[in-house]
């Protein structure tokens, strides 16, 4: 199970990206890996159709390994934690970040 989720704000911590953050697009579990907004974008060739009779270019996502990915805790200083999990009698399952003293996140 993934740590980080769907609209998380995370940085990049390794790799020539290192250090940019973005907002989490969409997560890709089979992979490993989530598509970060901003981050890994390219661009893939159309070949000529019917509907597309000349072509083209069109930008794509390149996925992020979650290896790659730490969660932003403080969105102002851009301080990174771990993520653990605690489970409560009334709300269930909650995300806490370790580095800032097991607080809840979201």
């Known amino acids: ?29 089979a992979k490993h890996a989530a598509l970060v907004e901003g981050v890994g974008l390219a661009t893939r060739k159309l070949k000529p159709s019917q509907l597309n009779p000349t072509g083209g270019t069109k930008d794509i996502h390149v996925p992020v390994p979650l290896g790659k990915l730490a969660l932003v805790v403080d969105d102002k200083t851009g301080k990174t934690s771990r993520v653990g999990y605690k489970v409560t009698a009334g709300e269930g399952k909650v995300r806490l970040a370790r580095q800032a003293k097991n607080k809840e996140i979201k």
């Open 1 to 29: 199970m993934a740590r980080i989720r769907k609209d998380d704000t995370v940085k990049i911590i390794a790799g020539p990206l290192k250090g940019t953050t973005g907002k989490v697009v969409r997560m890709l579990p």
